[in-house]
């Protein structure tokens, strides 16, 4: 970048390096590791700095100028500073720009200013990792808001089961306490093995909404801590269902943790950040403890007139904390793909001709708390043939009809469950050892083909009704089928190469338990 040194007589110049000259005795007080930093104050006028590396003198009749310093090809970028070196032939100088424009030297920069951008560079290091994505430092912010709050919840939860157990009463009793302290503990942390071993590809396909939903389960079962001291006789059961709901929430944090790390590492820095996330934890958790500290000394203070205070406060911290959880995974983009994501990139590539960004995807699929968003017509399936749902007769003749070397098929199917009862869908079937090009090529022609069914919807519609189907709803099956295929294998060369420019994880395809059905293909 252009970089220009200005040194006016009137102003203090860049600090000056002298490097030991062999002609000239060393002092033997003198540490030669810490020498003497001195500006260059030979230079009465003016240099000028420009662009292709010339030095411009101002006029000056003086003869006995020395010659001007000569700018080495390289700075050196700080979080807080630029640096830029100067050679005077017997000198190294350095000439510091803060935020690349004002001269750390200069006397136009306050002493407070350099003090406060220097402890805010402290801090952000601190706290922020080097190579992370722009949107971290959002995801930060409302991570500070989620684990105030949580802190905050957590010790007003422990306060009231202790109180709930009778501990500080001289009526207590400590075996008692703790035989049921450890059976809550012991059954919370079974349930959490069970939650693990059942949800395991969960945490992969559908982590934002797996996130969130244990969330609310840890938020819930703080909420039963604090009945407690009310319902002291239903104690155990009390705490027991909290810390399920607890074990279950700390099993997804765990599960996701690294994966929502990942998404902000521009590099090989997974390590880097997970360190730094551990110390905003920490951080952010001493702040809620502190919050906690001053809400137990008001209620102190204010006993008789503020009794069950807890569960008034309650509602608004656990309407921040989620709030809080909501929003950072807002600003998690995820690069992996799912099936959910690869049907939105593909729907964006077809309809715009385009391959969306991670950000584009993560706004259009959001959190999906409910798992009720994106129901639309002809749906698509991954999965193997389900005997309770119908396939129509024109649809399983392409499925008669596949070879050795297809690595999937496509069908329509007619969903027979609870919900859905006879609405089309669009089964995508893959075969055993097909890899992660050859699910984007079936998603791709499954796209197409109900992009030609949209098309003429209500007609369709009206053949599915229909038990009998005649040869020419065959035939144009067959061609909306032939015709997908071939403008699928025509773009996913150019779609994979896009997707890879966007920074979208092409090598894997993340599928849930059932997606993972294959099919082996049989020549009889």
């Given amino acids: 970048m252009p970089f220009s040194l200005h040194l006016p007589t009137n102003h203090p110049h860049p600090t000056s390096c002298h490097l030991p000259n062999p002609k000239q005795p060393t002092p033997i007080n003198q540490n030669p590791i810490f020498r003497r930093f001195s500006a260059f104050s030979s230079l009465r006028t003016s240099l000028d700095c420009v662009s292709d590396g010339r030095v411009e003198k101002g006029s000056s009749s003086s003869s006995s100028l020395p010659p001007p310093p000569i700018r080495l090809p390289f700075l050196v970028r700080t979080p807080a500073r630029v640096s830029r070196f100067f050679w005077t032939g017997n000198c190294l100088q350095v000439a510091v720009s803060v935020d690349g424009g004002r001269a750390a030297a200069a006397s136009g920069v306050d002493f407070d200013d350099r003090w406060l951008r220097a402890c805010g560079s402290v801090v952000w290091d601190f706290f922020i990792p080097r190579g992370v994505t722009g949107n971290y430092v959002e995801y930060v912010k409302w991570k500070l808001l989620h684990r105030v709050f949580s802190s905050a919840l957590q010790v007003l939860a422990t306060q009231a089961m202790f109180t709930a157990m009778g501990v500080g009463f001289s009526c207590s009793l400590p075996s008692a306490a703790a035989l049921n302290w450890v059976l809550k503990d012991g059954l919370g942390r079974l349930s959490r093995c069970i939650y693990t071993a059942s949800l395991a590809s969960a945490f992969d396909t559908n982590l934002k909404r797996v996130r969130f939903t244990t969330s609310v389960l840890f938020v819930a079962s703080i909420g039963l801590e604090l009945l407690t001291p009310a319902f002291p006789r239903c104690f155990l059961l009390l705490a027991t269902i909290a810390n399920i709901s607890k074990q279950i929430s700390l099993a997804c944090y765990l599960a996701t943790r690294s994966a929502v790390h990942q998404s902000f590492a521009i590099g090989d820095n997974l390590g880097e950040i997970s360190a730094k996330a551990q110390i905003q934890t920490v951080c952010f958790d001493i702040l809620g403890l502190m919050l906690a500290a001053l809400v ?59 391959v969306p960004s991670p950000a584009e995807v993560s706004e259009k699929e959001g959190i999906n708390f409910l798992g009720v968003k994106g129901k639309c017509l002809w749906p698509i399936r991954i999965g193997c043939l389900n005997p309770k749902d119908q396939i129509p007769k024109w649809s399983m003749k392409t499925i008669q009809c596949i070879t050795d070397e297809d690595y999937y098929f496509v069908c329509v199917e007619i969903f027979e469950g609870l919900k859905r009862i006879g609405k089309p869908s669009i089964l995508l079937s893959i075969r055993e050892g097909a890899e992660a090009v050859h699910i984007i090529m079936g998603m791709l022609q499954a796209c197409y083909i109900r992009r030609a ?62 997606e993972q059905t294959r099919y082996s293909f049989i020549c009889d």
Avoid at 302 to 326: K, N, V
Avoid at 461 to 484: G, N, P
């Fill in 453 to 514: 069914l949209l098309m003429n919807n209500t007609r369709w519609e009206i053949i599915i009704e229909e038990s009998h189907a005649s040869d020419s709803t065959m035939e144009d099956w067959f061609v909306i089928v032939e015709d997908a295929k071939k403008s699928a294998e025509r773009d996913t060369s150019n779609l994979i190469e896009q997707m890879v420019g966007k920074g979208w994880m092409v090598k894997n395809i993340l599928l849930s338990t059932q």
């Fill in 296 to 354: 137990n000394l008001w209620i102190e203070n204010h006993r008789r007139q503020q009794a069950g205070f807890h569960y008034f406060i309650y509602p608004f911290f656990a309407a921040m904390d989620l709030f809080g959880i909501y929003q950072g995974l807002k600003t998690v983009h995820l690069q992996t793909l799912t099936k959910d994501r690869l049907e939105i990139i593909l729907s964006t590539w077809i309809e715009c001709g385009y």
